[in-house]
Every structure is written in structure tokens, then in C-alpha cells.
């Protein structure tokens, strides 16, 4: 498999397949709001785009980066979504770098949204579609981002069948920048407990593929069979 990592600045064309890594926090928090009962998470493109799905839906749960904030129902946080009753609900979700990187990539006939959580899932399913080229977008600090790169090079080796050891890219993710501020409690919006779940690998069976629905760029789990 001929993988590529980029940075969401540095993507240029249309992908045949896209890994969309955003480990701390994004696609850690979509898989635990799917572990939670979410049916679908629409990715919305900035704030303003988030509040007015929300107006026009009230039933629907929006979360963002950040403290709380009116019109939004969550924050961006495993830990404090962990304990919610998600069942057959949407969530709405927008942040910084995650819904971002899947937007850019919005057009590539296949796009997944990864962290360590779902990463064998997402390794099992690229290598059940044959995917010779893959693009691993790393989201977080313009492409630089440790434990999104990590993320991505141990998913990409999982993808190939090899017996890659996750032990030194988890390690990698939990010296990274995002998880000391994490730790640190320099990101608003966070709880103790965030970076150790963001880090617990496979903790759920499923892919995350996104697809564009009625204009709306979709999130959904997608149970993959086994080798």
C-alpha cells in the first residue's frame, strides 16, 4: 500500500482513499458518541453552520471545540460524552482540525475518520477494499501533529497485514503536545480522564466513513468483517 501523509495545507487533488486521523480529540469523541447510540454525526464546516442544524433540528446534539457555549449542547471531550444516553440521536460536530481535514477531503470515493480507538477497524476495512493508495490526513498543528501521525503510521501498517507493535506509537501520542496540554489543562473543554481514552486502543469494532448525504457531510460507524 502506497500511503501518503499530509497535512490538511498540503492536499492537492482527489484521493482514491482518505484516513482523516484527529486523535486528540475529534474522532476519538465521534467513536464514543457512536459507542454511546449516535445513528449518524453530520461534520459541519464552521460554528455558525453547526448552531443553525441545531436551530432547524432541535432534537439534534451539537458539540465544539472549547467551553461550553449557548446553542451547543456538548464540547469536544471522551470523557465527559462518555456517560451520555446518544441513542438514535444526530450529533452535530465541529472543531478545529478533524471536521475540517474530513471536509477537505470530502470528494475521495472512500474517507474515514480515525484515532486509536477504531484504528484495527480502519485497518481492516482499508485492507477489505484493496486500497493500494491511501492519504492519512494528519489534522492537528498544520500537519505536525505527533499522536496524529503516530495514529496514522501504526493504522498504515496495520493495513498491510504486518505485526506492528502499537507500544512506541502510543508511547509517541502520550509525550505529544495536545496530550500535555490535555494534562495540563491548558484546552478548555477537556476533562482528566481525556488523553488515557483517546489512547486506549481498539475500544471499539468499528470503522467511522463518511459520505456526503443531501449535501451534508455525514459521519457513520461501519462494522467490518473480519479477515
Known amino acids: 500500500m502506497d500511503a501518503r501523509f499530509l497535512g490538511i495545507a498540503e492536499l492537492a487533488g482527489t484521493p482514491p482513499a482518505a484516513v482523516v486521523v484527529d486523535v486528540m480529540r475529534a474522532f476519538t469523541v465521534a467513536a464514543w458518541a457512536f459507542g454511546r447510540g449516535a445513528e449518524r454525526i453530520v461534520l459541519a464546516g464552521s460554528l455558525d453552520e453547526a448552531l443553525a442544524l441545531k436551530a432547524r433540528h432541535p432534537d439534534w446534539v451539537a458539540l465544539k471545540d472549547g467551553p461550553p457555549a449557548p446553542g451547543f449542547d456538548a ?3 471522551p470523557a465527559l460524552l462518555r456517560s451520555a444516553d446518544l441513542g438514535g440521536r444526530t450529533v452535530v460536530q465541529k472543531t478545529t482540525a478533524g471536521t475540517v481535514g474530513a471536509l477537505a477531503v470530502e470528494d475521495a470515493p472512500l474517507v474515514l475518520c480515525a484515532g486509536f480507538v477504531v484504528a484495527e477497524a480502519t485497518a481492516r476495512l482499508l ?3 484493496g486500497c493500494d493508495g491511501v492519504t492519512f490526513v494528519v489534522t492537528g498543528e498544520d500537519g505536525r501533529a505527533e499522536e496524529d501521525l503516530a ?3 501504526y493504522i498504515a ?4 497485514g504486518a505485526g506492528t507493535d502499537p507500544a512506541g506509537f502510543l508511547r509517541r501520542a502520550a509525550e505529544s503536545r495536545a496530550a500535555a496540554e490535555l ?3 491548558v484546552r478548555e473543554g477537556s476533562h482528566p480522564d481525556d488523553v488515557a481514552l483517546c489512547l486506549e486502543l481498539d475500544r471499539f469494532p468499528f470503522a467511522m466513513v463518511a459520505t456526503v448525504e443531501d449535501g451534508l457531510m455525514v459521519l457513520r460507524p461501519y462494522a ?3 479477515d
Request: aromatic share 0%; glycine share 10%.
Open 75 to 77: 464540547v469536544n471531550s
Open 127 to 129: 485492507r477489505s477494499r
Open 151 to 153: 495514529c496514522a503510521q
Open 157 to 160: 501498517g496495520r493495513a498491510t
Open 183 to 185: 494534562t495540563e489543562g
Open 224 to 226: 467490518v468483517p473480519s
